[in-house]
């Protein structure tokens, strides 16, 4: 898939220069069909994943994530698509135009791995999630996701 036939989310501010930053995510579903997500500050609700470190593979990014994030193993994972999203941080660190990564996973709770303080591990249906997640690629994978499952 060529970088300029994925899909673009969210809008580049005006006067801003956005570094590309690979990252990976996960979409784990339980059998109740609803989706594993991240509720972070500020009430962003995030699929657990992140940057890629080094000379990380996309995939080996998103399980390390999924682990750091929600305390979860990754048992199974499929890449189901790529999509590229602006972000800008609110803080000291620039602004990035994020090459994301998606993998459908199969997950199980390890209770001796211990999730990052400041993401709260919530199990939402894909409903809910249509209008509460923060960024648009991440509606758009799922939608991606349930849309597959129905057809």
């Keep these: 898939m060529e970088m300029q036939t994925l899909p673009q989310f969210g809008t580049a501010m005006p006067g801003l220069s956005y570094d590309l930053r690979p990252s990976a995510y996960g979409v784990a579903l339980n059998a109740a069909s609803r989706v594993l997500v991240c509720r972070r500050s500020r009430g ?5 994943g992140g940057g890629l470190i080094g000379d ?37 660190k620039p602004p990035v135009n994020k090459l994301c990564h998606f993998f459908a996973i199969d ?8 999730s990052e303080e400041d993401h709260q591990v ?3 249906s894909a409903h ?12 758009w994978v799922v ?7 129905r057809g």
């Design 56 to 92: 990380e593979t996309p995939e080996a990014a998103m399980v390390r994530e999924v682990a750091e994030e929600t305390g979860h193993r990754v048992t199974a994972a499929r890449e189901i698509g790529r999509a590229r999203q602006f972000h800008s941080h609110r803080s000291s």
């Design 107 to 114: 997950v199980e709770h390890d209770p001796l791995m211990l």
């Design 128 to 139: 809910e999630l249509m209008s509460i997640f923060t960024y648009e690629s991440h509606r």
């Design 44 to 48: 962003r609700i995030l699929l657990p």
């Design 143 to 149: 939608e991606i996701l349930f849309a597959g499952q």
């Design 122 to 124: 919530v199990w939402m």
